[in-house]
């Protein structure tokens, strides 16, 4: 189950980064939010029907600053998968804003 996991995150990542990013070059402008894929908690997972290939995926996230790995902040996102292949972000709620260390 954890093998599968962290295959979905990591062919999430692309997603969650640009997702990411897009929000916050909107409130931080010090750091770009990078993820670390066996950091990912998630909440919960679902489908439109018993064998039904619409699913949603729910997950906290704590988005590094990529260089020295520290956490910027907490976010829970929500993503909706289908086939297609489509993704695409449905819900996304910034939990917290960490403080940032001064250099």
């Known amino acids: 189950e954890l093998r599968l996991q962290d295959m979905l995150m990591l ?3 692309p997603y969650i980064e640009e997702d990411l990013t897009n929000y916050y070059s909107k ?3 010090d750091v770009s939010p990078h993820i670390t894929p066996w950091k990912i908690e998630v909440i919960d997972t679902n489908r439109n029907h018993f064998r039904g290939f619409q699913m949603q ?3 906290e996230i704590e988005p590094t600053d990529g260089g020295q790995w ?3 902040g907490k976010d829970r996102m929500t993503y909706e998968i289908s086939s297609g292949p489509d993704v695409k972000l449905i819900h996304h709620t910034h939990l917290k804003t960490y403080k940032y260390p001064p250099e």
């Open 11 to 13: 062919l999430l990542t």
């Open 27 to 29: 409130i931080r402008k």
């Open 57 to 59: 995926i729910t997950f």
């Open 70 to 72: 520290i956490p910027i």
